[in-house]
T-cell receptor
């Protein structure tokens, strides 16, 4: 039982490049979330999903897109990377009555 | 969304109890109080949660005020490994749609002195 798995762990992008941060869970969670965490700061919610086919914006969605075609996967897409998107990204999932389970994060640098 | 407020930081001595406060004056009747902690260079992890009664588990205790407008996470004997950022959030298990989003503040940074 791997829980919530994020790939890659680290990535360096050039300005204007695009990439997809992968998140997959094997706990049958309905709810999934993407957060970003800037140095010394708390977590900011980017997007969330309450089930397959349903996604919604969080606090800081600009510059990102998500999809939820299956219960297991919740990828986060950056289309035109900008230095302001340099951050650590965390994916999390939960069931209706269970706590949030977080992945180990993806550290992204945009230069 | 009902919000929580926490002090920015606290210090403790090793092997002494630590009381981490959280204010949530606009809490609704169906909101549970959840605590998470984030160790350096790791993702947050669940600590404890409660609704009205005080709760204990192997990691910590949660004391909830009678009016539910505040709560305190209690670490009975702080160790160096407890140095982390502690987040208090509110969650309604029956929330649907936009109310399912879970937002975190900056949390309390706990330092533990040897």
């Amino acid at each position: 039982n791997a829980g919530v798995t994020q790939t890659p762990k680290f990535r360096i992008l050039k300005i204007g490049q695009s990439m997809t941060l992968q998140c997959t869970q094997d706990m049958n969670h309905n709810y999934m979330y993407w957060y970003r965490q800037d140095p010394g700061m708390g977590l900011k919610l980017i997007y969330y999903s309450v089930g397959a086919g349903i996604t919604d914006k969080g606090e800081v969605p600009n510059g990102y897109n998500v999809s939820r075609s299956t219960t297991e996967d919740f990828p986060l897409r950056l289309e035109l990377a900008a230095p302001s998107q340099t951050s650590v990204y965390f994916c999390a999932g939960r069931g209706v009555d269970s706590p949030l389970h977080f992945g180990n994060g993806t550290r992204l640098t945009v230069t | 969304d009902a919000k929580t407020t926490q002090p920015n930081s606290m210090e403790s001595n090793e092997e002494e109890p630590v009381h981490l406060p959280c204010n949530h004056s606009t809490i609704s009747g169906t909101d549970y109080i959840h605590w998470y902690r984030q160790l350096p260079s790791q993702g947050p992890e669940y600590v404890i949660h409660g609704l009205t009664s005080n709760v204990n588990n192997r990691m910590a205790s949660l004391a909830i005020a009678e009016d539910r407008k505040s709560s305190t996470l209690i670490l009975h004997r702080a160790t160096l490994r407890d140095a982390a950022v502690y987040y208090c959030i509110l969650r309604d298990p029956g929330a649907a749609g936009a109310n399912s989003k879970l937002t975190f503040g900056k949390g309390i940074t706990l330092s533990v002195r040897p």
